[in-house]
């Protein structure tokens, strides 16, 4: 693992949004899309291929994206991603010139079925397809075992199912792999326990954290993954998120809080904190309420 290496994976305005009820038109989603990528950040997720009536913040994804990927609208550095959770959403994704797609399996049976309808085997098999199929058509392909540290359905979720479907993973040739706290369970000496199982099954695959903050631990936990060699982090601006299918949602941890912290650590410097304040502060304006994030409220410490 390069130890400098630091990748900003940005959630909020496909986690984020999706559990907010005020609809964003989507001339902000592009407005707050342009600067969050200005700031520096490494990829945005742009949102998911999801029916817009059970996800409605969603229904303009195509859209989004057909913009977005317009030559020079943004950094050339900056990757948009999109989540997918089934064919016809990578059949959409395909369509509108998705660069990265993200999907994953639920280690929880019960969040597997409120989540996709599917069995987590039934949804093993029809992601890995799915992954095969986007990997063919030249698209970065990240895929992702949610709820593998707990379910507020279920509870705890026992770490060799969380590795069976690694295992699935890396056996089917993806190696750039997510573990997602769909529930906000981990705690941080769960976590580098399972990051480190999962690079002892293939030390050189890519791996990245996607936390909740349901319980406080989230930021924690993203300290905890980076010393068991996780790579890339997802974050939501603002604190945003939550995921609809699961018991309790919490927001994702927060993308300008973890930028501060990793600046005060000499990480990702090149990042502009206050172009990702702004964009903070303007998401707190929009919805009239105060976000989870601290970062927009306190000011950053000042060195």
């Not at 945005?44 to 913040?57: A, D, E, R």
């Not at 990240?142 to 540290?149: K, L």
């Amino acid at each position: 693992m390069n130890p400098a290496k630091f990748i900003l994976h940005e959630v909020g305005m496909r986690d984020g949004l999706q559990m907010e009820h005020a609809s964003v038109p989507t001339e902000r989603k592009i407005a707050w899309i342009k600067d969050l990528a200005k700031a520096g950040l490494d990829i945005i997720q742009v949102g998911s291929f999801v029916h817009p009536v059970k996800v409605p913040q969603m229904a303009d994804t195509d859209t989004l994206f057909q913009t977005l990927t317009s030559p020079g609208l943004l950094p050339s550095t900056v990757v948009l991603s999109g989540l997918v959770l089934n064919e016809k959403g990578l059949e959409r994704g395909f369509a509108c010139g998705v660069p990265m797609f993200c999907m994953g399996v639920s280690a929880s049976e019960t969040h597997s079925k409120k989540n996709t309808g599917m069995t987590v085997a039934e949804a093993t098999d029809r992601i890995v397809a799915m992954g095969k199929r986007a990997l063919q058509e030249h698209r970065i392909v990240q895929v992702s075992v949610q709820s593998a540290f707990g379910c507020g359905y279920e509870g705890p979720v026992p770490p060799e199912r969380v590795l069976a479907i690694v295992r699935r993973y890396l056996a089917e040739g993806f190696r750039n792999i997510s573990l997602a706290d769909t529930a906000g369970h981990a705690t941080p000496d769960a976590v580098e326990v399972l990051f480190s199982a999962v690079r002892d099954l293939d030390p050189g695959a890519e791996l990245a954290c996607h936390f909740h903050n349901t319980y406080g631990m989230a930021i924690a936990n993203c300290v905890a993954a980076r010393r068991a060699g996780v790579t890339s982090f997802e974050s939501s601006i603002a604190g945003l998120g939550g995921c609809p299918f699961t018991k309790i949602a919490g927001g994702n941890v927060c993308t300008e809080d973890l930028v501060h912290m990793v600046q005060r650590m000499g990480l990702r410097t090149d990042v502009k904190l206050d172009g990702l304040l702004a964009v903070a502060q303007d998401v707190a304006a929009y919805f009239n309420r105060e976000m989870p994030g601290m970062l927009y409220k306190t000011g950053p410490i000042q060195v």
